[in-house]
C-alpha cells in the first residue's frame, strides 16, 4: 500500500490560491519564504506564515457566518 501525504488541500482547485497567500502572509510577516527549498528557516518562521494563515481565513470565514 503507497503512503499518502496529509498536506494536500482539501479542495485542490484552491492550491493556487493558497500557494499566493501564503507568499503573501510571509511577506507580511517579514519572513523570507522563497519558491522552492526553505530548509534554512526556522520553525518559528514557517509556524508563525501557517498560524496567520490560519487565523487570517477564520476571521473571513467569521465576518462571511455574520453576514458582513
Not at 17 to 25: M, Q
Amino acid at each position: 500500500m503507497a503512503s499518502r501525504s496529509s498536506n494536500r488541500a482539501a479542495v485542490p482547485e484552491a492550491k493556487d490560491a493558497l500557494d499566493k497567500f501564503k507568499y503573501e502572509v510571509a511577506s507580511e510577516l517579514g519572513v523570507p519564504l522563497s519558491d522552492g527549498y526553505n530548509g534554512d528557516l526556522t520553525s518559528r518562521q514557517n509556524g508563525s506564515v501557517g498560524g496567520y494563515m490560519v487565523k487570517k481565513m477564520i476571521e473571513e470565514q467569521e465576518k462571511q457566518m455574520s453576514g458582513r
